[in-house]
């Protein structure tokens, strides 16, 4: 299911897009993250580092799913910035990777911030990237 909702009680743009929680569907979030990077005027090489940004939050998501789960990711669009919430439904007792671990130094290097949350059995990862000022 993918759905546009126009403009967000912020102003913002807002894209939701939802598909199986397999690394197969990868590939659709990854490339529709490039693809709103780009609306944005993103320099090629943000465009890529948002990209792997994504797709090694959906890893650490996908790692900690349900079998069964759904993958939804939520694209914030604002002028100069790209924001990107990924949940999934998690099994019982997971626990996202350390902020002190590789895959979250990897998130942080490639992005402005990067953020998690787990409750009522979901997991939420949040990472934000503004364009660079001289694009």
Known sequence: MTQLTGQAATGDDVVHLTVPA???YLGVLRTATAGLAARLQFAL???EDLRIAVDEACAMLLAVATSDAELECRFSVT???LTVEVTVPTVRGAALPAE???AWKVLTALTTSARATASDGRATISLLTRRSTGY
């Open 22 to 24: 397999d690394g197969g």
């Open 45 to 47: 090489d943000e465009i």
């Open 79 to 81: 002028e100069d910035a």
């Open 100 to 102: 002190s671990s590789f």
